[in-house]
């Protein structure tokens, strides 16, 4: 199932510069440790994941993980579950790291874009995603790519840390 989504057209558009040496893969255990670093330097602790957690969550039966790599450097990964709900399924972003000096080259949003594919080619009708309610950067994001709030979990993230949940529904 992945072939088809893992990066047909190559890691260009979006703000990617051919030639720019990002190579797009599958997850593979050996990668638990890289992106274990990585999460912890992109997520303050009450929004970072241990490594069992991590493991489970990439290694998981309905999940999608992708690593984007430039040259040796990991540059960031993405995870991406479905989910039953109620007579559909439905994907859910786990996680989205890009490392510092990737950002703003439209790397996350190509690798979103790859999962909501790989949903969608899965029968999902749409995605959803639980973000920090003060990570005003990472709200941007979502509601730029077509997500939209629709509503709440107190505490989601911890006593006091709240969440705000996403959706966004495939077209037909």
């Known amino acids: 199932m992945w ?4 990066f047909e057209h190559g890691c260009v558009g979006m703000g990617m510069r051919k030639g720019s040496g990002m190579v797009l893969r599958r997850y593979e255990r050996r990668d638990l ?18 490594r069992e957690a991590m493991r489970r969550f990439a290694e998981a039966e ?21 989910e039953p709900a109620e007579a559909v399924e439905v994907g859910y972003v786990v996680t989205i790291d890009v490392g510092e000096g990737f950002r703003r080259r439209g790397l996350g949003e190509r690798m979103l874009a790859e999962g909501e594919a790989w949903v969608r080619a899965s029968g999902g009708v749409g995605m959803m995603l639980h973000v920090y309610v003060k990570n005003a950067g990472a709200v ?10 629709v509503g709440g979990q107190k505490g989601f993230y911890g006593p006091g840390v709240d969440a705000a949940m996403y959706w966004k529904e495939f077209e037909s």
Do not use: T
């Open 140 to 149: 941007r994001f979502y509601e730029r790519l077509g997500y939209r709030r």
């Open 33 to 50: 440790e890289s992106i274990v670093a990585l999460d912890a330097e992109c997520f303050a602790p009450p929004f970072r994941f241990s």
């Open 3 to 6: 072939a088809p989504f893992l």
């Open 62 to 82: 309905n999940a999608w993980a992708v690593i984007a790599e430039a040259g040796d450097a990991l540059a960031g990964f993405c995870i991406v579950h479905i």
